[in-house]
């Protein structure tokens, strides 16, 4: 590594724990988004094969079950999304069975 990818590296590394305050917010998020990037790109993926139903009905002009299967199935999608960056955030056990355990168990709030 040359002088600046350690000066970056020695910069986004979690050795040194800060507490979250105003100051620290940004770069903490950068580093636990990065630490977790292939979870968070998983997370969209799936996310994105959740939507699709109602995006291929509404471009199919059926736009009354575009809408139901919207509510249906994006809502809940959406708020499994929110319990996984919830649980990174948390520097919890984060992986992808945190949004699928947490589509049937957030579906009535989130629709």
């Known amino acids: 590594m040359n002088g600046r990818e350690e000066r970056l590296s020695a910069d986004f ?3 040194d724990l800060q507490p979250l ?7 903490l ?7 977790d990037l292939p979870l968070v790109l998983l997370a969209g993926i799936v996310f994105g094969l959740l ?4 995006i ?17 199935a994006i809502a809940p999608a959406w708020a ?7 649980e990174i955030a948390r520097e919890g056990n984060a992986s992808i069975s ?5 589509l049937p168990r957030f579906w009535a709030r989130s629709t």
Do not use: D, K, Q
């Open 56 to 72: 291929l009905l509404l471009f199919s002009n059926l736009f009354v079950p575009a809408l139901i299967v919207g509510v249906l």
């Open 13 to 15: 590394s979690m050795n």
């Open 98 to 102: 945190v949004m699928l355990r947490s």
């Open 80 to 86: 499994g999304l929110l319990a996984l960056a919830a």
């Open 51 to 54: 939507c699709t139903p109602a």
């Open 21 to 27: 305050n105003e100051h620290t917010y940004v770069r």
């Open 29 to 35: 998020t950068v580093v636990r988004l990065w630490e």
